[in-house]
C-alpha cells in the first residue's frame, strides 16, 4: 500500500527518462507537494466531505487576547492595542471526525487574533513539543507509516523502523510513546513549534517560539480515568468550565538564541532560553460553529511579525488552504 502510495505520488513527478529511488518515505527523490499531504491524510481517515483533512473533531471557542503592557514585543500592532477579540478551535488530531477523545495522542489549538484595523494575527499549535521530522518529506513519511497494508493490516514496526532510521522523528516519537490523554482543553499546553520573528522599531530583530500555557495547569489522565469517559467528552469539559469557572491561558515567547534552529521544528531549543509573556488568552464561550469558516493558517500574522524559512511551516499555508477550500465547498 505504501509502495502504491508512493507510485501514485511519484506519478505527479516523474519525467520521461528520470530515475527516482523510493524509499520508505514514499517520496524520495521527489519533493513532497501540499496536495500529497491532502491525499494522504484522505487515504488514512477517508473522504469527510465539507471537514477538515486534518484535526477533523473539534470545537470552537471565544475570548479575548489581554496584552502585556512591557517586554520587547510591546510595540507590534497586536500588543498596543489594548484587548483584542479572539475565535479559537480546539481539536484532535487526525482526520477521523469521530476521534476518540479517551486515546492519548495529539491535540490542537488555533487561535485567531483580530486587529482593529481589520488584520488578524494567527497562532496554530499542538500539544507536542517537537514536531515529527526536520522537513516536509520527513514528516510525510512517518504518516506513511501509518497507512494499512495490503490485507488491510497496520504494522507498528513499520514505524518503528523508520524511526530508527530518521533520527529528526525520534524525539516527537518518543513523546508519543509517553502522552497520556489529556483531561481537558483548558488543562492542555500548546507550542506554536516553528521560528517567528519580531522587528521592533529601530532595535535588532528578534527571535521567538511561542507556547499557550493553561492558568489552571497541565492535567492527563491515567488509563482506568480516559475509560471511564464517553469518547467526546472535551467539548463538554471545556463548556463545563468556562461556565463554572475561569478558563485562560498565558502566550508565551521563548526568545531563541543564534545557535537556535530557525528552520527545524524537529529541533527543540534549550529549555532555559527566557520567556517574555505576551499577553492573556481567557475564553468566554465554546461550541457552535464560529470557526468553521476559519482557515488557521499559522504564516497569517499581524505587523511587525515574519515567519521564517522553516519548510514546514512553509508547506503549512497551501495544504490548509486546499482543504479550506475543499471542505467549504463540500468536498
Ligand atoms: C507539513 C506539515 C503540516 C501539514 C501538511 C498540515 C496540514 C493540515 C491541514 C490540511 C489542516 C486542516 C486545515 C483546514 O481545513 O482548515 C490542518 C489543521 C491543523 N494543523 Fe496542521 N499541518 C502540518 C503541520 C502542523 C504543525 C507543525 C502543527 C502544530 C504546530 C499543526 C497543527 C494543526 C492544527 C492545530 C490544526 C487544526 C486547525 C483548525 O482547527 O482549523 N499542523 N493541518
Not at 66 to 90: C, H, K, N, T
Amino acid at each position: 500500500m505504501i509502495l502504491e502510495a508512493a507510485m501514485t505520488l511519484t506519478k505527479h513527478f516523474l519525467l520521461p527518462g528520470s530515475l527516482i529511488l523510493l524509499s520508505f518515505s514514499g517520496l524520495a527523490g521527489a519533493q513532497v507537494q501540499a496536495v500529497d499531504f491532502i491525499q494522504l491524510f484522505e487515504k488514512m481517515s477517508g473522504k469527510q466531505p465539507g471537514l477538515r483533512k486534518a484535526h477533523a473533531r473539534g470545537v470552537c471557542a471565544a475570548g479575548v487576547f489581554e496584552p502585556a503592557d512591557s517586554g520587547p514585543f510591546v510595540s507590534a500592532p497586536l500588543l498596543s492595542q489594548g484587548s483584542l477579540p479572539v475565535s479559537l478551535r480546539f481539536s484532535v488530531g487526525g482526520g477521523n471526525p469521530a476521534a476518540d477523545e479517551r486515546a492519548p495522542g495529539t491535540r490542537g489549538m488555533g487561535m485567531q487574533i483580530s486587529l482593529a484595523d481589520g488584520s488578524k494575527h494567527t497562532f496554530t499549535g499542538n500539544n507536542f513539543p517537537v514536531f515529527a521530522g526536520k522537513d516536509p518529506q520527513t514528516f510525510f513519511g512517518f504518516l506513511s507509516t501509518l497507512l494499512p497494508d495490503e490485507q488491510g493490516q497496520r504494522d507498528p514496526k513499520r514505524m518503528a523502523d523508520y524511526v530508527a532510521m530518521h533520527p529528526s522523528v525520534q524525539g516527537h516519537y518518543a513523546w508519543l510513546k509517553s502522552a497520556k490523554t489529556p483531561a481537558s482543553y483548558a488543562n492542555t499546553e500548546f507550542f506554536g513549534l516553528h521560528t517567528f520573528f519580531f522587528q521592533p522599531k529601530d532595535e535588532s530583530q528578534i527571535k521567538f517560539r511561542w507556547q499557550l500555557i493553561p492558568e489552571a495547569g497541565v492535567k492527563t489522565l491515567e488509563a482506568e480515568e480516559a475509560k471511564a469517559k464517553p469518547a467526546d467528552f472535551l467539548a463538554a469539559k471545556l463548556a463545563e468550565q468556562i461556565a463554572t469557572g475561569e478558563v485562560s491561558y498565558s502566550l508565551v515567547a521563548s526568545l531563541g538564541e543564534p545557535t537556535d534552529s530557525n528552520i527545524d521544528p524537529s529541533s527543540p531549543w534549550p529549555a532555559d532560553r527566557p520567556q517574555v509573556l505576551l499577553g492573556k488568552v481567557r475564553l468566554n464561550s465554546a461550541g457552535g460553529d464560529s470557526c468553521t469558516a476559519i482557515n488557521f493558517d499559522p504564516n497569517q500574522l499581524s505587523r511587525g511579525f515574519t515567519p521564517s524559512d522553516d519548510p514546514v511551516l512553509k508547506m503549512r499555508s497551501p495544504a490548509y488552504a486546499i482543504s479550506f477550500g475543499k471542505r467549504l465547498s463540500g468536498q
